[in-house]
């Protein structure tokens, strides 16, 4: 065997180690790379059937793995020049570098050969290296992909971002003239050319100009994006390439309503297999649910990179930081452990009412149930919410109602609401006003389901609702907006979310509005519900207090178990 054959075979070798390794439980991972692992095996095993439309080929993975490893760092320890060398090191990916490149460029079809994977996601903690495996990746599909004409964009929604791909790439350009000569590339400021095929390599802000065609989309740090715009744009004008590659890599963040959260979303139903994409490659490192999140091995599950690019040492000296100072684990948290959190003052735990979630539950399963309703109609060209609450033996059930005015829903900055509305949890109402009726049918038809004891509302914007309720025969409650009414529900609220007294169904919107929801105690350690920027809607939460503040008033009294709070004066 060739030399060159034996360290092909060696790479491989790692890679099939890193799959065993993390299939027996000897290298620690969390449950979403096990599914990564699990995914390629069990479709490896899939690709035997002739009906399989994919094969994996470790020749395709190898090519694009032997380019990057002839790639010099450029940045760190790993670049320090010596005499002679214009680096000291090569590029090595990592066992788990080595799994991610394999899969995406190794797997294609069997009718054509053309690769399989035409979106990849990848979720990993800061300083494990992502921005420079990215630039490889760039610059493997700039100049070993076989693209005549190939774009390659590094995207991002501000210079400086969109450098953090490109200026490595290009750097690597300046430090290997062997590379530059032989694919013939110029190195200019802001791109990388080669004349002979008009192939390109550059950072792109906002939306690519009309008429690119991007053979691959990079976008870092995926959670500073607002919307969608970008992502939208690359992949539409991928549609002329045979065999195109739009790639995610970015670390978790705080915006649960943005474009990010929902890719990330989309890469836990893949790997959960509640979702086939087979065209989409997902990773997602993290902590796995009921991790300690301030254990060595969280620390571990997260960063595949620890003691490599990730110093320990500053991983460690980051968590007892934010074990000492609460105003720093939300920052914890995500940077250094991948999960994604909420405002940083925010009062309720978003992990804790995540783990509320069942699956499946609708409200056609409590027919007949007794229920609160709590209305906020804020005004008529903002978010309206309906609040249902079903009390339960221990706790409570509930689901929410949204409403906005087209209008609203179709100004830029509101994809979120958008995404809501074709999900199914937002209800749009024509014009540029919320129409107050379809609120009223709608209250009508609860009425019908279930055994509705009170709907408590907020009296701003509510007059005539609450009027043509009443001429119905509903009962309505006014519980003004002060602290009196609203400190207890919202105290007993996050109590119920920390012991998983909850039942929902995962409402996206409720989600958003909690992870906005900010407090702070007063003189008498009384809270109330705000928010921190105009944009950060609390209405759901804001209807839900006032129906928890109902129910507590007349479920508290005489609880054999005491486990309601004291009624609340409303």
């Given amino acids: 065997m060739s030399r060159k054959a034996a360290k092909v075979d060696e790479l491989q070798q790692q890679m099939e180690r890193y799959i065993k390794g993390v299939s027996s439980g000897d290298i620690i991972a969390c449950e979403y790379v096990q599914s990564a692992v699990r995914r390629h095996v069990e479709d490896v095993k899939s690709s035997r059937a002739k009906v399989y439309p994919y094969r994996f080929s470790w020749e395709h993975a190898a090519r694009k793995i032997k380019f990057i490893q002839l790639l010099p760092h450029v940045k ?27 899969c995406v460029f190794g797997w294609v079809k069997k009718e054509n050969g053309l690769r399989r994977f035409l979106k990849a996601s990848i979720y990993v903690p800061r300083k494990n290296g992502k921005s420079l495996l990215a630039a490889a990746i760039g610059l493997a599909m700039f100049c070993v992909d076989d693209e005549i004409g190939a774009e390659i964009y590094s995207g991002a929604t501000t210079e400086k971002q969109a450098l953090e791909v490109f200026a490595p790439a290009r750097r690597i350009c300046l430090n290997r003239p062997q590379l530059v000569q032989h694919f013939g590339v110029e190195v200019n400021a802001q791109s990388l050319f080669k004349p002979e095929d008009g192939s390109k390599f550059e950072p792109i802000i906002g939306k690519p100009g009309d008429g690119s065609s991007p053979h691959c989309a990079i976008i870092d740090e995926y959670h500073e994006h607002a919307t969608s715009a970008q992502y939208d744009a690359m992949e539409q004008g ?26 990330w979303q989309v890469c836990e139903r893949i790997l959960r297999k509640q979702q086939d994409s087979p065209r989409h ?6 902590i ?8 060595d091995a969280a620390m571990r599950k997260a960063n595949p990179n620890l003691d490599v690019s990730v110093s320990r040492d500053s991983v460690e000296l980051a968590i007892r930081d934010g074990i000492n100072r609460a105003s720093k684990q939300g920052t914890v948290k995500t940077k250094r452990l991948n999960v994604w959190v909420q405002a940083r003052d925010a009062y309720f735990n978003l992990e804790k009412w995540g783990a509320c979630h069942r699956p499946g539950i609708q409200l056609l399963d409590y027919l007949g149930a007794e229920a609160y309703l709590g209305l906020d109609l804020a005004s008529k060209v903002d978010l309206a919410a309906l609040e249902i609450l079903l009390p339960l033996e221990r706790g409570y059930a509930r689901f929410g109602k949204y409403y906005l005015p087209e209008a609203t829903v179709e100004l830029p900055e509101n994809q979120h609401y958008r995404t809501w509305r074709d999900d199914g949890w937002l209800t749009v109402t024509e014009g540029n006003m919320i129409d107050f009726g379809r609120i009223q049918d709608d209250i009508l038809e609860l009425r019908g389901m279930l055994s509705l ?9 509510a007059t005539m609702l609450v009027s043509s309720l009443q001429d119905e025969g509903l009962t309505l409650v006014e519980v003004r907006p002060l602290v009196l009414n609203f400190s207890e529900p919202m105290k007993t609220m996050d109590g119920l979310m920390r012991e998983g007294h909850y039942q929902h169904n995962g409402d996206p919107v409720m989600a958003w509005a909690i992870s906005n929801t900010v407090a702070k105690l007063d003189a008498k350690d009384n809270v109330y519900p705000r928010k921190d920027h105009v944009a950060k809607k609390i209405d759901p939460v804001v209807a839900h207090l006032m129906a928890l503040a109902r129910a507590l008033r007349r479920m508290g009294q005489g609880n054999p178990e005491g486990f309601f709070s004291a009624p609340v004066r409303a």
């Fill in 76 to 102: 760190g320890r790993w670049a320090r020049r010596i005499v002679g060398k214009p680096t000291a090191h090569l590029i090595r990916l990592e066992p788990w570098q080595l799994f991610i490149v394999a």
């Fill in 238 to 263: 991928m549609g002329a390439r045979e065999q195109p590659l739009l790639l995610v890599i970015s670390t978790a963040g705080s915006d649960i309503a943005g474009p990010c959260y929902e890719d």
């Fill in 281 to 286: 490659f997902a990773i997602i490192f993290t």
């Fill in 288 to 295: 796995d649910k009921d991790d300690d999140w301030t254990s």
């Fill in 453 to 461: 004891q009170e709907i408590a509302y907020d009296p701003a914007q």
